[in-house]
């Protein structure tokens, strides 16, 4: 007993005193170290020309680290749905490796249709695998800029159009992305929110709308989600541009709101050495150098932060303070990276990554409608279930810009229903119309020929034909991934539905015994046409196994629960944008940029809808489930909460249907008494809770002051006034079952 007593005695010295052997190299280099002091020191063993090297790119998508020291370059990639595919040192087109095919995983709009926090940290967490595992440092995503105008060619990649369910969704993901010693680099900040004339127009944006709208998403992922990077956006705001912009890059990102990571420039948007210098950019990516020639003899050495940097502080122009910033926030960015305390090394293209695509593409597909409970399909044995469209083969992973994706395979809509119904219906599948028949990006090919001559005509006539003996036509349309669609670099220029389609879909109705819509697409489709269908789903783009999800959902093997991330109105001219200079901006004599005016303000997506009392063809927060819920009656815990105080609102949901299912119950708050002009209401909590036939469950939101607050330009700072609010509680924002009043003392 005393020898045992003794030996455990002396185990426990041994520990108190740290058994972790003695570092005896530079603290920069001990893993154990706090990450500051490895900063400090490595910075203290830099020279000048290391610390300016390190400020800028040194091929298309890596910057220098520290050779002489052994501290790594910087290895970012695109983009927010997946791992790009290995480059050459300065071509954007992919460079053939054979083992860099990657799990595409859904657009962000579609993640962001789930209204599903734990489906956004395992997005984060399985992109963020593939990252590690590619050995990259820096994931040039997610964006979050909010959808402003349906015609922005990039809404596809961000979160919809309002700021607190981009806000909600965005902190798991980059949470996710980072658990992998990875760092997420949220994009565009800010204001960046049209393709067109992108890196030459000036977003003209009032204080309260840039607080309320614009910012609070990025704010999120910075003060919640610890984002270690963030992404100059294209444009300028108030006259300067975004990757040196003083007010958001000092004053607000790293002064307000205490970033303490990178500030990466887009590609080719540093314009200016003394503002990047200043106004706080970090490392300076793409500048329109060819980095290997074009130049006298190494272009990068051209950067706006590389020779003109150095020899600017050589000649006293500049001191060494901001550069030493600079080189802190990249070493900080290093050490949380590639250079972390426990190594990991991710996973790529597992079943689980493949899987985590198909659940949460799945769980965003929206049932718009459901006539006569045309959905789910139900097929008999030997019936025959006609596609018509060509968004039912095209593969969409391919295209849209930089977000574009080589994956050793892509399910498309055909192939995921004749996988749910292989030997039990007949799945055929016509043309119906031809849209975009490019199949490559960069270098990247889907392997399709989609070349087809037909007319309109013929093309209806033959999809009329096949429809007539089909129990089930499901015409797969919308959108895809080409120039004035959904794609980076161009904004669309219509908003019904492009190539005839609803030319076929009319000619359909009449014919099909069943007819199912699935407009795929990554923004706001109007659908005039909507009255001839059965049932109409909203699918995305949905990545490797978006036609297996899209089949899950169509056959009931998954219940509908998405909701939708933007409103769908019934044609362009009943949104807010009325004039040029609102959209995409005017260009007066003697003007170098464009100038966007952000006249409409706060009134974006279903706040402008609300308070101009305009019906709108699918609301914000909008989606039909196979099943039914009820609600109860909404309740405030207390009948006043103080400024300082909480206020918890509660709410029973029922399942009253016969299934299994997912409802997204939703918060929204009115300001009763405001003394300025506020929405009708604003989105301000949100839960998805599955619940068994018959169950029930209480809801429970918690809300304060900052949840009830507008930003006051004059005292620049946020606002609630005393007086009565509503909570008002429902399946979808044009949907309330409930509400309930509170005073705020
Ligand atoms: C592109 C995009 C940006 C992307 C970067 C690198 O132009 O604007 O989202 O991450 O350049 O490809």
Known sequence: MKKTFILAAAAFVLAACGSQPKFDGPAYLNPNAPVEERVEDALSRMTLEEKVGMTT??????????????????????????????????????????????????????????????????????????ARYRKKDILLGPGVNICRTPYNGRNFEYMGEDPFLAGKMVVPYVQGVQENGVAACVKHYAVNNQEFQ???SNSVVDDRTLHEIYLPAFKAAVQEGNAWAIM??????????????????????????????????DWGGCRDSEEAILNGL??????????????????????HMARPYLEGIKSGKYGTKELDDKCRRILRTIFRTSMRPEPNYGRFVCPEHYQAARDISAAGVVLLKNENNTLPLN??????????????????VVGGGSSNLKTAYEVNPL??????????????????????????????????????????????????????????????????????????????????????????????????KNLV??????????????????????????????????????????????????????????????????????????????????DEGIYVGYRWYEAKQIPVQWAFGHG????????????????????????????????????????????????????????????KGFEKITLKPGEKKTVSFTIDADDLSYYDVASQGWKAEKGEFVAHIGTSSADIKTTAAFELK
Request: glycine share 10%.
């Open 198 to 200: 992108r890196t030459q």
């Open 517 to 598: 819509v699935v407009n795929i697409s990554g923004s706001p489709v109007s659908m005039p046409w909507a009255d001839v269908a059965g049932a109409i789903v909203q699918g995305w783009y949905g990545g490797t196994e978006t036609g297996n999800a899209l089949a899950d959902v169509l056959t009931g093997k998954i219940n509908p629960s998405g909701k939708m991330p933007f409103t769908v109105p019934y044609k362009y001219e009943d949104g807010p944008i009325k004039t040029e200079r609102q959209y995409p901006g005017i260009k007066e004599d003697g003007d170098e940029y464009w100038q966007t005016h952000y």
């Open 624 to 683: 039909l489930s196979y099943t039914t819920f009820e609600y109860g009656q909404a309740k405030a815990a207390k009948s006043s909460m103080n400024a300082n105080g909480t206020m918890t609102i509660t709410v029973d949901v029922k399942n009253t249907g016969n299934r299994e299912g997912a409802e997204v119950v939703q918060l929204y708050i009115a300001d009763s008494e405001a003394s300025i002009d506020r929405p009708v209401k604003e989105l």
């Open 415 to 512: 192939e995921g229903i004749q996988n749910a119904f292989a030997g039990k219906a007949d799945v055929q599948w016509v043309r119906g119309y031809v849209g975009d028949t490019s199949t490559s990006y960069n270098a990247v090919s889907t392997g399709q020929d989609l070349t087809d001559n037909r007319t309109p005509e013929v093309l209806i006539a033959e999809a009329v034909e096949a429809a007539k003996d089909a129990d089930y036509v499901i015409f797969v349309g919308g959108l895809n991934k080409s120039d004035h669609q959904d794609s980076e670099g161009a904004d669309r220029l219509q908003l019904d539905l492009p190539y005839h389609q609803e030319d076929v879909i009319r000619a359909l109705a009449p014919v099909a």
């Open 282 to 303: 970090d490392i300076e990516m793409g500048t329109w150098t060819n980095g290997l020639s074009g130049a006298a003899s190494d272009g990068y050495a051209n950067y």
């Open 232 to 265: 100059g956006s294209y444009n300028l705001y108030n006259g300067q541009y975004n990757c040196h912009n003083k007010k958001l890059l000092l004053d607000i990102l790293k002064g307000d709101w205490g970033f303490d990571g990178v500030v990466v420039s």
């Open 57 to 130: 790119a040194q091929s298309k998508f890596s910057s220098r680290g520290v050779p002489r020291l052994g501290i790594p370059e910087v290895w970012h990639t695109d983009g927010p749905h997946g791992i790009r595919p290995e480059v050459l040192w300065d071509e954007w087109d992919q460079a053939g490796w054979t083992n860099d095919s990657c799990t595409a995983f859904p657009a962000l709009i579609n993640l962001a249709a789930t209204w599903d926090k734990e489906l956004s940290l395992l997005y984060g967490n399985s992109i963020g695998e593939e």
């Open 379 to 396: 097929v008999a044995e030997g019936g025959k279930i006609l596609l018509v469209g060509e968004n039912a083969v095209k593969k969409m």
